[in-house]
């Protein structure tokens, strides 16, 4: 139960932040065009997908129960997650023309929004735990 509600609040976040980067890369393309809009949303891309592979390791296995479990797929997602935007650096730096300060601005966007997550769900939490409460 508990691992589920952990993946509904990463795809939550997930989502919130694709919103968050194509919505920024929509104005920046109204602004300054379409090569710094897809540089933005390369950014953003990058961001995004370590930190969806590294919510999929940490709740693929739901019955994992013991701390142990949880603490080494949390490092095995945490390593996989850094491989995998060390990897996509290289690969769009090498082979994609980027206006770079729009690529990490996209990146730092979509980033920044993962450390606010806290605070955007925080009223959704207080309405579940009063519902919750209720039922009891």
């Not at 961001?47 to 013991?66: G, K, S, T």
Request: aromatic share 14%.
């Amino acid at each position: 139960m508990k691992n589920q509600q952990g993946l509904h609040g990463a795809k939550r976040l997930f989502l919130m932040q694709l919103r968050v980067g194509v919505s920024a890369s929509l104005v920046i393309w109204a602004i300054l065009g379409l090569g710094s809009a897809r540089s933005m949303l390369l950014g953003a891309v990058v961001c995004l997908v370590p930190h969806a592979l590294f919510a999929r390791i940490l709740f693929r296995d739901q019955r994992a129960r013991f701390s142990q479990q949880i603490l080494k797929s949390a490092y095995r997602g945490e390593a996989m997650k850094l491989l995998m935007s060390a990897t996509l650096f290289a690969v769009v730096f090498r082979w994609v023309d980027v206006v770079p300060v729009m690529f990490f601005a996209g990146y730092f966007m979509v980033h920044v929004t993962f450390w606010f997550a806290p605070w955007f769900f925080r009223g959704n939490q207080n309405r579940m735990s009063k519902a919750s409460v209720e039922k009891l």
